[in-house]
């Protein structure tokens, strides 16, 4: 079966959207990435479910993003179908805390930002680590987004997967084995909502941190230049950022990407770059960084589209 059989069939029962060889430049923050074969905008759970059903029948690979933020995706782009969650996933509730209610339910197409912004305006703390991390909430508990001394998993009260073939799935977060950059969910499922806790606090302290933590991610970040943030996890007890730093590699080029001269683990696309020069820079610093110090530096992007 093809790609074009696999949109005649969705076009005709999708609530959502619906393209083919849809650019992927247009939605990675790398602004970088070749064709998908499809591009699908899931409106609800009623077209997510029809959606990996009708690929399933098709036998059609397919992923799933937020906005991009920590994907490379092939020059060649991707044979299959790419997903992206739509209306009915992008809704959060506040709590009500006359009811004693202490935590936010919100869908996995949630920009992460706008939950940090309506936490603060709120009084409620719990979120102020995340601000400045981009991308949605779905792709922030995928990889636990956060620092290495806060990430998101500490703030999950559950969340709710769609399990293909198998329906929704609730897990408690305490049964799920969080650690940094790691959630433990199994790929294949996709987050559709999680509840999150949260604690009546002082805005004005609220907003003190949060404008602290911006500005020293302004300060040490290159937020002016495409990028997909860091680039590899950190080993433990060091920074990546700091290894591939005093190795001299800031500001080393391929075509048009660069390993940052404001940060080190972060490679931006000066304006030209294709993932291929990405890719070759991701090369030479694991080598170089084996050669020298005999650590294998492990990426923190997600690939899409390659073959490895």
Not at 100 to 108: F, H, N, T
Not at 261 to 273: K, L, R, S, Y
């Amino acid at each position: 079966m093809t790609a074009f059989d696999a949109y005649c069939t969705l076009s005709g029962i999708l609530e959502g959207s619906i393209y083919c060889d849809e650019p992927m430049a247009r939605h990675t923050s790398y602004r970088i990435g070749g064709p998908a074969d499809l591009f699908v905008e899931c409106a609800s759970i009623r077209d997510l479910n029809n959606v990996l059903d009708t690929l399933a029948t098709h036998q059609m690979p397919w992923t799933v993003i937020g906005k991009g933020s920590n994907l490379l995706v092939s020059d060649e782009g991707f044979r299959g179908a790419v997903l992206t969650l739509g209306a009915e996933f992008k809704g959060f509730s506040l709590p009500d805390l006359t009811l004693d209610q202490r935590s936010i339910v919100a869908g996995g197409g949630v920009i992460l930002s706008n939950l940090v912004q309506a936490a603060f305006k709120n009084g409620l703390s719990g979120f102020e680590f995340a601000v400045g991390i981009p991308g949605t909430l779905g792709g922030a508990l995928y990889m636990n987004a956060g620092n290495a001394q806060e990430w998101i998993g500490n703030i999950v009260e559950n969340l709710t997967v769609l399990r293909p073939g198998e329906g929704l799935i609730r897990y408690l977060g305490s049964e799920l084995p969080w650690r940094y950059r790691y959630s433990g969910l199994p790929p294949g499922e996709v987050i559709v909502e999680s509840e999150l806790k949260v604690i009546p606090g002082n805005t004005g302290q609220i907003r003190g941190r949060m404008e602290g933590l911006l500005n020293r991610r302004k300060k040490t970040q290159p937020m002016t230049k495409p990028s997909a943030g860091s680039v590899f996890r950190n080993p433990a007890g060091d920074s990546a950022g700091r290894i591939i730093e005093a190795m001299g590699l800031k500001g080393y080029t391929i075509g048009g990407a660069q390993i940052s001269e404001v940060h080190a683990n972060f490679i931006v696309n000066t304006g030209t770059a294709t993932a291929a020069d990405v890719v070759a820079i991701i090369k030479y610093i694991r080598q170089c960084v084996k050669d020298e110090h005999g650590t294998e530096l492990q990426p923190e992007i997600r690939f899409i589209g390659f073959d490895t």
